[in-house]
């Protein structure tokens, strides 16, 4: 039993010796990503329900490393948030976005929802909505194409701060939206004093869909919730016709998930917008 216990103290502490030593590599390298040009937005479709029409696009960070591959935000954004890496990664994220969307429409496609994800940190940084008017100025894209994905974690703190934040992009014309809705504490309290005008129901209550008769009863509960509160209603993580049917018969007016599309290029997304193959 003491050999055994050794055994599995070496490996544990040999499997924090990696860990630790993957995130100081991250760190470093982190920091000449941005300058490398080494992040790459992928897209993944907002598919309306009703008609199949792609109305938008989510974009979704990659980072291609040299020598590593392709590393999911997953991996890397709670590093950067720690870090305070998050900040410029995420100003590019929002001109990159925000000039791919208005490139797009100059292209002739119609696509009315740019939805870019924004993590806690950066959406406390000092200046973040000059930053959000500099990238729609720079880019020419109309505030209203632009949405913005908030999670729980991002507006629970400091209600006062979080209220006139999202005030003054409300005013602007930018879009909000509650990501992962339903997986946080007080989502409710939250309708009532946020701007927010779209609902993003969490993938875990989508994914059992089809067999969990309370994950059925919570997903048409956020659905009837939002219609009563004038909201739309996304559902995330759609891969099945079953989980499909199941949405339209709930009345829920937007879906996104592998059952589409996977996020792809923006290449690929330009064909995905001119072919409309869910319509
Ligand atoms: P999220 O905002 O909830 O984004 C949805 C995630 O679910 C994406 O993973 C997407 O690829 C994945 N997904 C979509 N449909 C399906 C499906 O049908 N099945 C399954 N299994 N997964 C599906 P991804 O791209 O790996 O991103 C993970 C998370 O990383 C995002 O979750 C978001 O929180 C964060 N993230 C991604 N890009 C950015 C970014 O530019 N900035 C910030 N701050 N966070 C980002
Ligand atoms: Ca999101
Ligand atoms: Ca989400
Ligand atoms: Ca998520």
């Known amino acids: 039993a003491k050999e055994l216990g ?17 995130r100081l590599m991250m760190e470093s390298s982190l920091r000449h990503a941005l300058t490398g040009d080494e992040f ?4 993944q479709p907002l598919v309306c329900l009703r008609s199949g029409e792609i109305v938008g696009v989510e974009a979704l960070i990659r980072w291609c490393h040299r020598d590593l591959g392709v590393i999911m935000p997953d991996r890397f954004i709670p590093v950067a948030e720690e870090t305070g890496m998050i900040n410029p990664i995420g100003d590019w994220v929002l001109f990159e976005a925000c000039r791919q969307a208005q490139a797009w429409i100059d292209a002739g496609l119609s ?4 939805a870019v994800n924004v993590a806690p940190v950066q959406f406390r940084q000092a200046g973040f909505v000059e930053m959000v008017a500099g990238a729609l100025g720079t880019t020419g894209l109309a505030a209203e194409r632009l949405e913005l994905e908030l999670t729980e974690r991002t507006v629970m703190h400091d209600a ?3 209220l006139g934040t999202l005030s003054a992009l409300n005013r602007m014309g930018v879009c ?10 007080s989502s409710l309290a ?3 004093r946020f701007p927010v005008g779209k609902l993003k129901i969490d993938r875990s209550f989508i994914m059992d869909l089809e067999t969990d008769a309370d994950d059925r009863a919570i997903a048409s509960t956020i659905v009837n919730m939002g219609s009563s509160l004038r909201l739309t209603v996304l559902a995330e993580g759609v891969e099945t016709a079953e989980q499909l049917a199941l949405l339209r018969q709930m009345g829920c007016s937007m879906v996104q998930g592998y059952h589409f599309s996977r ?3 923006a290449a690929r997304m330009t064909e995905l917008l001119r072919d409309q193959p869910f319509r």
Request: charge should be negative; avoid cysteine.
């Open 160 to 162: 006062e701060f979080t």
């Open 40 to 43: 790459e937005l992928h897209y």
């Open 263 to 265: 996020p792809v290029t």
């Open 111 to 114: 696509l009315r929802t740019m």
């Open 190 to 192: 939250y309708l009532k």
């Open 6 to 22: 050794r055994n599995t103290f070496q490996f544990y502490s040999r499997e924090m010796n990696t860990a630790t030593l993957e």
């Open 176 to 185: 909000l939206s509650l990501d992962d809705f339903g997986t946080g504490y």
